[in-house]
């Protein structure tokens, strides 16, 4: 099966927020702790266009989302803009199918052109699922924050990771 993907829409927020807080529920993966809720997680919508640095994609088959990926501000500073953070996450029910690869291939060809230096990632450990992925897409280790997180009455390690984005071919 191939996904439908496409920029997301304001209609997606149900399904995207229903993604989400089940990370949020049952994984260190997002260091979210409460639910978000439709309405908190409009402004965080509006970050997005379908054109710019910072995109929000999802992954549709039929009428269900199968995942979203995006590009977001590495940081506040206007030095920082040419650096984006990626994201991608998957219905817990499409890993390791595909989805997350497909988001990422269309993601990456959505910013080629984009004014952009640098992508970085931060990938809770242990996750050797996502390490292989972010390392298929060029992504090299940068170094892990140890201890940086604390959930479920435990500190968590992110490992920190890079690509550079001045060569948007995939490896």
Excluded at 79 to 102: K, L, N, P
Aim: proline fraction near 5%; glycine fraction near 6%.
């Amino acid at each position: 099966m191939t996904p439908l993907i496409r920029p997301a829409e304001l209609g997606d927020l149900p399904a995207l927020v229903d993604l989400y807080n089940l990370y949020i529920a049952t994984t260190a993966i997002t260091f979210d702790i409460e639910p978000v809720t439709i309405a908190t997680r409009t402004e965080w919508f509006h970050h997005y266009a379908p054109t710019g640095r910072h995109r929000l994609l999802v992954a549709y088959a039929d009428d269900t989302l199968l995942g979203y990926a995006s590009t977001s501000p590495f940081a506040v500073k206007a030095a920082y803009e040419t650096s984006v953070e990626v994201s991608v996450y998957t219905a817990h029910d499409q890993m390791r199918r595909g989805v997350g690869t497909a988001l990422y291939d269309a993601l990456f060809a959505a910013v080629a052109g984009e004014d952009l230096h640098r992508a970085y990632a931060g990938i809770t450990l242990p996750n050797e699922a996502s390490i292989a992925l972010h390392q298929r897409f060029g992504f090299t280790d940068v170094g892990v924050y140890r201890e940086v997180g604390r959930k479920f009455g435990r500190y968590h390690d992110v490992l920190r990771m890079q690509r550079d984005l001045t060569i948007l071919d995939r490896p």
